[in-house]
Nanobody
Framework: EVQLVESGGGSVQPGGSLRLSCAASGFPFRFYPMSWVRQAPGKGLEWVSDINPVSGGTHYTDSVKGRFTISRDNAKNTLYLQLNSLKTEDTAMYYC?????????RGQGTQVTVSS
């Protein structure tokens, strides 16, 4: 059974930082592209970033380029998202998925709230 467990969310002021983690199990993590998606209050699901399983190549939506960094540790079956220079518009529930482009199974999510 695929399991994805996100953690690391919280409440921060604008300009702050957080590091999200996604612990994966139940599938061969090292062979899967992985994504982060988010859903802001009252809005639809938005793809944020993804990472290639072998090359480590990354992609980001324009609104987070230069501020967020996706990474993975295949030995630990864990996906990360470093969030820097956070803005109020980054407030959302963040989910990891086991596919590129935001496809695949989603975890239960971790809440990120940015407010002053």
């Amino acid at each position: 059974e695929v399991q994805l467990v996100e953690s690391g969310g919280g409440s921060v002021q604008p300009g702050g930082s957080l590091r999200l983690s996604c612990a994966a199990s139940g599938f061969p993590f090292r062979f899967y592209p992985m994504s982060w998606v988010r859903q802001a209050p009252g809005k639809g699901l938005e793809w944020v970033s993804d990472i290639n399983p072998v090359s480590g190549g990354t992609h980001y939506t324009d609104s987070v380029k230069g501020r967020f960094t996706i990474s993975r540790d295949n030995a630990k079956n864990t996906l990360y998202l470093q969030l820097n220079s956070l803005k109020t518009e980054d407030t959302a529930m963040y989910y990891c998925t086991n596919g590129g482009g935001g496809r695949g199974v989603r975890g239960q999510g971790t809440q990120v709230t940015v407010s002053s």
